[in-house]
């Protein structure tokens, strides 16, 4: 999933940094300087956080909110892969993630 990730992001002239820690996994934008995803493994699924609120991510059976004491409080979307699960939908969301995150900064740079 994540090298699916890297190989849109090179197209896009960007690189995917993953920083693992004991309790979750990182995923950011080399680019934007920005986290767009966390990843927090357990013995019988990964919980996703990400940046874009359930409504801009469009797949309302895999997303929801994340309560406010999880996600460090800047994550506003949550989702399960359990097991095999839907990688696929999985990798679409973690990709939407990243152009979010991609849009954003370009925003914050056409204000300067």
């Known amino acids: 999933m994540l090298d699916e990730l890297r190989g849109y992001a090179i197209r896009h002239g960007d690189d995917i940094v993953v920083r693992v820690r004991s309790r979750w996994i ?3 934008s080399k680019k934007a300087e920005k986290i767009f995803a966390e990843m927090r493994p357990s013995h019988e699924r990964i919980e996703v956080f990400l940046l874009p609120p359930p ?6 059976s895999l997303v929801s909110r994340p309560p406010p004491s999880q996600g460090w409080g800047w994550f506003r979307s949550k989702l399960y892969i359990d097991g095999d699960g839907d990688m696929e939908s999985a990798a679409r969301l973690l990709r939407i993630s990243y152009i979010s995150v991609l849009r954003k900064g370009r925003q914050v740079s056409k204000k300067r």
Not at 55 to 60: M, N, P, T, Y
């Open 26 to 28: 990182s995923v950011s």
């Open 55 to 60: 409504r801009e991510l469009g797949d309302g």
